[in-house]
């Protein structure tokens, strides 16, 4: 027996029969297909269900660092963490040395200290902004364990759109529900060390 796939085909085979609609009438393929991406973004965004790495250079004499996602983990430069601070303890921190050691996170940017006088290259952790479905066998990047409710969160929007409002609170409900309880148990829940955590 093969296992299931939680691909595009089939999360809105199954939304639509949480709606009752087996094929297109007043939800077209394409209306629910971007409900299935906001919900993704929802799961990503809610629980850093889609976590990434990548590198980033610096400017020299410049402190910040753009980056692109919802929020940074953690930050290395040359294998070695760079700690965790707060903008307010900018000058307030022991430096050995020149090069990076601490980092915090400012909007879309990291600032470093201290100021980089020269290029260096950072490995960033990332909590991502993950990728849409586009087709039929398309999966979506967020934990296998996430992908079965995300039909919860389609047919609540499309019960929405149909201004069938106690109906789609139930399902919204169900998938918040869900998302909590798979949160707990499945992402790593580390009070004050989520900076240690590495995903390679």
């Not at 919900?39 to 590198?55: E, L, Q």
């Not at 586009?134 to 992908?147: E, K």
């Amino acid at each position: 027996m093969s296992a299931y796939v939680h691909n595009w085909t089939a999360i809105m085979a199954q939304a639509r029969a949480l709606i009752r609609e087996s094929s297109a009438s007043f939800w077209t393929d394409a209306l629910l297909l971007v409900y299935a991406n906001e919900g993704i973004k929802a799961i990503a965004w809610r629980v850093g269900g889609y976590r990434t790495f990548t590198t980033v250079t610096t400017t020299a004499l410049t402190r910040l660092v753009s980056f692109t996602g919802y929020k940074c983990l953690a930050v290395e430069y040359d294998e070695k963490a760079l700690i965790k601070i707060t903008p307010l303890q900018l000058g307030h921190v022991p430096l050995d040395g020149i090069y990076p050691q601490y980092w915090f996170e400012f909007g879309n940017y990291i600032g470093i200290e201290p100021v980089p006088p020269e290029v260096y290259t950072l490995t960033v952790y990332l909590a991502s902004i993950p990728t849409d479905m586009t087709t039929g066998a398309s999966v979506p990047s967020v934990p296998y364990a996430f992908c079965g409710m995300l039909t919860y969160y389609i047919a609540a929007r499309a019960l929405e759109q149909d201004r069938r409002f106690d109906a789609s609170a139930q399902l919204m409900d169900i998938f918040n529900n869900d998302l909590d309880f798979l949160s707990m148990a499945l992402l790593p829940n580390i009070p004050n060390g989520i900076e240690d955590v590495r995903f390679r």
